[in-house]
């Protein structure tokens, strides 16, 4: 929903102290935005100016063009364009103030004559008539010769000031734009003026009423600066569609209640948002309608890499193919980093089908993603997985090299590029910058974490990744403070990180799991996370990973010797986040102790609602069930901006995040960022030319507006699509709302024998309830490398992991029970026992 600008008329008497300036970083200080150009020249920064390589042989001034949008103008106000430009040979360009659209209207047009060196330009001019679309335009086309344009210092000043920026918010009834689960809490939140309890009414699609009640006063919310009240409408539980809401003369827009309303949907296209995303190959259309493309990146002109890359000066002497990997954001950069928690949260939604009960891991099967990999007996959440995996082993510093076992921090352009800009007609070279520890750790913990889940669909791709971890966990072992700079932010994000004990336990964590080797357990155990804190206000990030450790130390079976008070920190954790929800009148799982939101919060919300989810499935309790499902409810529309943060999620759903790839704001012929892409969300911090141009002051829930030039809130992120995908597949798992249905039977399985990769093991079935149960299967997926060769007293059937029991009596009355024995290897890593039975 495109935000909508107040203006407020000035009498012509009034008096400015200063012209006020209408062009956006025209120093270029904070990089490119908003600044755009045509396909044909694009533009990047360099040495402080904005430099673009203009073709040869175009016939027009405006078949190349360099601009910057939504100026504001005033009729009758004089205003003064001043630049300074050169071009690598003479040449005669256009500057031109006009309006963005037809007819192009033109308020100047004047013609420097450009040389090698920078010259400064300076006109004035009367605007004849209002506008908040006008444009400077450079036109540099018509040209027979090649040549470099560059300019620097561009201002627009004088007329009124901007106009002020009031977003539009719409109906003051707040609602989950997308759905409530029919047995799961219903909250709105109602924006008014009132003090007293006010009087709410829902309507289904038909208009008749059908559930009534009061609200309840919440008085002022800090976060918003807005006096709201709550409407709980939980104890309707009819399912259909577009249902609304109305209280003190306003009506929500509309939404469904249903099963588990609209989360399985959701769940596809947050995951195969990736494939979108992946860099190395071509996106076929067939596959994703209206998001095909070029391969990007595999050195084929204009590009320059990934597939043979240097590093910068002075880091090394060798080249590496870096090929693969996902595009990280708004950019075309990769970060181990980041790309580490996002590839670690993928693996994990699927890992957690393995270990929870309310999963359902048909869900995630082949076929389930749209991705070219079906039909390759491997699950598609898995597939995609790998295709990052792949990228961050080939980062990782040869053997015979210094450092080797390391891994590069990131790989990216040279110089920073503009919006729009293809992937695969990216020109700037690309670089590999200094191994990092904190880099090397993130390959050490997602390859020993993909190591075991990939076991029973490639053996040799688990040993390789295996392989990997263990050379990488000893290699920063041996160099543990090898840091990335926060001054390394030329062409792409610096990702520093100077604290890296966080990493090492996540790391020693993942390795224990997967191999049961004490050397990893005796680094878990000695880290100060271990009993520390890891759930904090502001949610885990890529740049704080101790909580990933124990959220798998808690869920996945390991034989720590303290896991009953590892599993209870988590619940602690959760119940801390789940009073943050309760407390707050919008619902959100976010409260950070400085009271402002930073950069990605909307990720950090749902990053807290992983650790609620995860409290759930270790205690089945509703009450943390309830609280993702309010939790959700933020995103997606039920907040101060009335504003669902997920494109295609909602009727005002977020649709121009910072991309250079789906950037249909700058370019019509481009599309929209695909369904399911999340946008960063409010940001106090403000750190891009656009959100300090608007947003000064903001109350933090404020702090956000969907416009691609505002990066610092309203990017994508690989790191922040994988925590939506996580707790969208958590959320569509629970259908009705409700903890599994009770199946009156019960497994017991212990291990009775487990000598040198071979294992004897009984799973003992029983009927605890009050029926006779005919035909008995049991369901459960090992989280190791474990094979049932032989069964007794019933059989077993396995594919991958997962393994499906039937007693030989496949009949048991109430009470009665039977025991079948396995007989299994175990080609490496420890003989946990499965966490979950389906009967």
Not at 13 to 36: K, L, M, R
Not at 478 to 496: Q, R
Not at 560 to 567: A, E, I, N, S
Not at 749 to 776: C, E, H, P, W
Request: with cysteine; net charge negative; hydrophobic share 40%.
């Amino acid at each position: 929903m495109a935000a909508a600008l107040l203006v407020v008329p000035l009498s012509a008497s009034v008096a400015h102290a200063d012209p006020a300036e209408q062009v956006i970083n025209g120093t270029f200080d904070n990089g490119t935005d908003p600044w755009w150009w045509t396909g044909n020249s694009p533009a990047s920064v360099i040495d402080g100016r904005l430099c673009a390589n203009i073709p040869a042989g175009t016939t027009n001034p405006w078949d190349a063009i360099i601009g910057q949008n939504a100026i504001t103008l005033q009729a009758g106000e004089s205003y003064r364009l001043a630049f300074s430009a050169s071009a690598s040979v003479p040449v005669t360009v256009r500057a031109n103030v006009q309006l963005a659209d037809p007819p192009y209207t033109q308020e100047i047009s004047e013609a420097p004559q450009l040389t090698p060196q920078p010259q400064d330009f300076s006109y004035t001019f009367t605007a004849a008539a209002d506008t908040t679309g006008g444009q400077v335009a450079f036109q540099v086309g018509g040209s027979a010769s090649a040549y470099q344009f560059c300019v620097d210092n561009v201002s627009l000043q004088g007329g009124a000031p901007p106009p002020v920026y009031v977003p539009d918010t719409g109906p003051r009834v707040r609602v989950n734009q997308v759905g409530y689960l029919a047995n799961g809490p219903k909250q709105a939140t109602v924006v008014t003026e009132a003090t007293a309890a006010l009087p709410w009414q829902l309507r289904n699609a038909a208009g008749t009423v059908v559930a009534g009640g009061n609200t309840t006063p919440r008085g002022l919310d800090a976060t918003s600066g807005q006096n709201v009240q709550t409407a709980d409408f939980s104890q309707y539980k009819t399912q259909g569609k577009g249902f609304t809401l109305t209280a003190d003369g306003e009506t929500s827009v509309p939404f469904d209640i249903g099963a588990n309303a609209s989360y399985e949907q959701l769940r596809a296209d947050a995951l195969s948002w990736f494939y979108v995303q992946r860099s190395g190959i071509e996106i076929s259309d067939a596959i994703a309608p209206g998001y095909g493309r070029k391969a990007g990146h595999l050195g084929v002109a204009p590009n320059q890499g990934d597939t043979d890359v240097p590093c910068q000066t002075g880091v090394c002497d060798y080249r590496l193919d870096v090929r693969g990997g996902w595009y990280d954001a708004g950019d075309h950069g990769k970060y181990v980093v980041n790309g580490g928690i996002a590839v670690y949260q993928l693996m994990s939604t699927f890992e957690r089908s393995k270990v929870a009960s309310s999963a359902k891991p048909q869900d995630l099967a082949d076929g389930s993603l749209r991705l070219p990999e079906h039909g390759n007996q491997v699950p598609d959440v898995l597939d995609e997985a790998r295709w990052e995996l792949e990228f961050l082993l080939r980062m990782q510093v040869p053997a015979g090299q210094p450092l080797a076992g390391m891994v590069h921090h990131k790989v990216h352009d040279q110089n920073w590029t503009g919006l729009p800009l293809d992937p695969a007609a990216d020109p700037q070279p690309r670089e590999l910058h200094p191994p990092s520890t904190a880099a090397t750790l993130n390959l050490a913990a997602t390859a020993a974490q993909g190591a075991r889940l990939f076991a029973p669909y490639d053996k040799a791709f688990a040993a390789r990744l295996l392989a990997a971890s263990k050379t990488a966990y000893a290699a920063a072992v041996a160099h543990p403070a090898v840091y990335a700079l926060g001054s390394d932010s030329n062409g792409g994000g610096a990702y520093d990180d100077s604290d890296v004990t966080d990493e090492f336990y996540w790391a020693a964590a993942e390795l224990y799991i997967s191999t049961g080797e004490k050397v990893y357990r005796d680094a878990v155990t000695s880290s100060k996370w271990h009993t520390a804190e890891v759930f904090k206000p502001e949610g885990f990030s890529w740049g704080f990973t101790a909580a990933l450790g124990r959220l798998d130390l808690a869920t996945v079976p390991n034989g720590l010797p303290d896991r009953d008070r590892v599993r209870k920190s988590v619940v602690d954790g959760a119940k801390g986040y789940l009073a943050t929800v309760r407390a707050n009148p919008y619902g959100i799982a976010y409260a950070p102790g400085s009271g402002k939101y930073e950069w990605g919060s909307n990720s950090a919300v749902l990053n807290n609602l992983v650790v609620i989810a995860t409290a759930y499935d270790l205690t089945g309790s509703a009450d943390f069930r309830d609280g993702v499902a309010s939790g959700m409810d933020y995103l997606l529309g039920r907040n101060a901006l009335n504003q669902s943060y997920v494109t295609g999620y909602g009727e005002r759903a977020s649709q121009n995040q910072h991309t250079r790839i789906f950037a249909h704001q700058l370019n019509a012929s481009l599309p929209h960022p695909p369904a399911g892409s999340l946008a960063g969300g409010p940001n106090s911090n403000l750190q891009d030319p656009l959100a300090q141009k608007l947003l000064p002051g903001c109350a933090p829930q404020f702090c956000y507006v969907d416009d691609i030039n505002s990066y610092s809130t309203n990017e994508i992120a690989i790191n922040w699509n994988s925590t939506l995908s996580w707790v969208a597949s958590f959320m569509a798992d629970q259908g009705e709302g409700g903890a599994p249905a009770a199946s009156g039977c019960s497994v017991q399985y212990s291990t009775v024998l487990n000598l040198g990769g071979f294992f004897i093991a009984q799973a003992t079935i029983k009927n605890t309830g009050r029926q006779t149960l005919n035909d008995v299967r049991v369901r459960f997926a090992y989280t190791g490398t474990q094979k049932v060769e032989l069964a007794v007293n019933g059989t077993a059937k396995q594919t991958a992991a997962d393994v499906e029991l039937a007693p030989r009596d496949s009949r048991l009355k109430p009470g009665e029970q039977t025991t079948i024995l396995l007989v299994g290897t175990v080609p490496w890593g420890p003989n946990a026992g499965p966490a979950t039975f389906r009967c």
